[in-house]
């Protein structure tokens, strides 16, 4: 594909240099054309150098070749980061004094807005009226992300993350053209992977858990707007990019994490496999086989339930705490009392989350698998949604629940 990657002049600019990396080695043809202002925060010879293409952003170089008109006509994709809170009023009134804004005006293909700007910029009647009149055009503007922004200052107006652009431009050229961001300005808290239990320095009791659910939960919550944390205990995947990760080993140390990441968490997941139990006595020293002695019998202790301490936080924090919504999981197998959902009901209801999602195991399910089906039970009483297909699907429809259950439905 031919994308157009216009760049404004944003701090955040020099984030897109990795944006024009996720393009070109997608196998992407990328021309930049950043404004004046975008070349006092990243020089054109970045963007020549990354994209293998000239760079310029006059209408007066390369005259011969009309250089709006042809980019303009031959762009598949156009693609604007960070949008800045000027290039978007520029865009919206149809200016025409730069490369980039001739080029806008004369594009055949979707158009892409990631915006950047401080908070107040990006709340201000201006900016959002330019906003409604690009998207009421056709254009998609996404969300900007929520968090730290140039100075001192947070709050919504952070660039989204290159990877959040990067697959939001593919389902853009895929001819997706509603961009929900459900997630846009919220703090998601997600616990993935298996935790270890340590016996001794060389020994533990573990799980399972490959991480792959809570990883892809990650990148579903990333791309919906969201400003992710992963608390990630034992992983057989990488973390995703554009994710903070709090690296954990064991149940205490992810219930640390854990109560440290509530109070600013609008969502908390909690997909981690916990163990239940971990040894009473943890050796300093290697636990070595001896002939004069009887085998050893390990003692195990109850680690506490993370899920219900969660739970019972957001309930004691009042008014304070109303607005956070928990995500427990169940892994459950069904027995002769009673079959798989019949425990999750009554697991939701003991644990007092807002959402269970449930999963049925068995010897050859879900633990390491790309492919998972899950039923979600809602505590607000709606009816158990099923969710199957790959763990990146079934993960994009429990976040999209979870976007539903914060904006429409009042919690607790
Ligand atoms: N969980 C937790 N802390 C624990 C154990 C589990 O926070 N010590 C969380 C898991 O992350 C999951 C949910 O609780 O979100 C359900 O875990 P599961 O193991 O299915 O249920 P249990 O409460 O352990 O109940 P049971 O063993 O009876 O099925």
């Known amino acids: 594909m031919r994308i157009v990657l216009g760049v404004g002049g944003g701090i955040a600019a020099y984030k897109v240099a990795s944006l024009l990396r996720l393009f070109t080695e997608a196998g992407h043809n990328v021309t930049v054309i950043p404004t004046e202002a975008a070349t006092r925060f ?10 293998g293409n000239p760079v310029s952003n006059s209408v ?40 980039l804004t001739n080029t806008l005006l004369m594009a055949h293909g979707p158009v892409l807005f990631a915006p950047a700007m401080h908070t107040e910029m990006w ?17 998609a503007v996404l969300e900007p992300a929520t968090g730290r922004l140039t100075g001192a200052d947070s709050g919504p107006g952070r660039l989204p993350e290159p990877e959040a652009i990067f697959d939001a ?12 961001m459900p997630l846009a300005g919220r703090t998601v808290t997600i616990s993935a992977g298996g935790t270890r239990e340590p016996l001794d320095p060389v020994r533990f009791l573990g799980n399972r858990s490959s991480g792959k659910q809570g990883v892809a939960l990650a990148v579903a919550a990333r791309n919906a707007g969201a400003t992710v944390r992963l608390l990630a205990a034992h992983m057989d995947v990488p973390p995703p990019p554009g994710v903070e990760v709090v690296p954990v080993e064991t149940a205490l140390q992810l219930r640390e994490a854990a109560l440290a990441a509530a109070g600013d968490s609008d969502v908390f997941i909690m997909s981690a496999a916990v163990a239940d139990f971990r040894p009473a006595v943890v050796s300093d020293t290697k636990i070595k086989k001896r002939d004069d002695s009887a085998d050893p019998v390990i003692t195990l202790v109850r680690n506490p339930d993370i899920l219900q301490e969660l739970v ?6 009042g008014p304070a705490g109303q607005h956070r919504l928990i995500v427990g999981f169940a892994a459950e197998t069904g027995d002769s009392q009673g079959d ?19 999963n049925h195991v ?33 993960s994009a429809a429990i976040i999209s629940r979870i976007g539903y259950e914060l904006n429409h439905v009042a919690l607790n």
Not at 129 to 139: D, I, K, P, W
Not at 169 to 180: I, N, P, R, V, Y
Not at 366 to 379: A, C, E, K, M
């Open 312 to 317: 019972d936080v957001r309930n004691a924090a």
């Open 123 to 139: 709340q201000h009647p201006a900016t959002q009226a330019n906003v409604e009149t690009l998207r009421s055009r056709g254009a």
């Open 169 to 180: 431009a593919l389902a853009l050229m895929q001819g997706q053209t509603d961009f929900q």
């Open 362 to 394: 068995g010897s050859d399910k879900v633990f390491g698998q790309d492919t998972n089906s899950v039923v979600i039970l809602s505590r607000s009483g709606s009816e158990p949604q099923e969710a199957a297909g790959t763990k990146a699907e079934v």
């Open 42 to 51: 990243v020089g054109t010879a970045t963007w020549e150098a990354l994209s």
């Open 60 to 99: 007066f170089d390369g005259v011969h070749q009309v250089n709006h008109v042809r980019l303009g006509h031959e762009a598949d994709l156009v693609v604007i980061a960070p949008a800045t809170a000027d290039l978007l009023a520029r865009a919206a009134t149809g200016q025409a004094d730069d490369l």
């Open 340 to 358: 798989v959902l019949a425990y999750a009901e009554a697991k939701l209801q003991r644990k007092g989350c807002d959402l269970l999602v449930v």
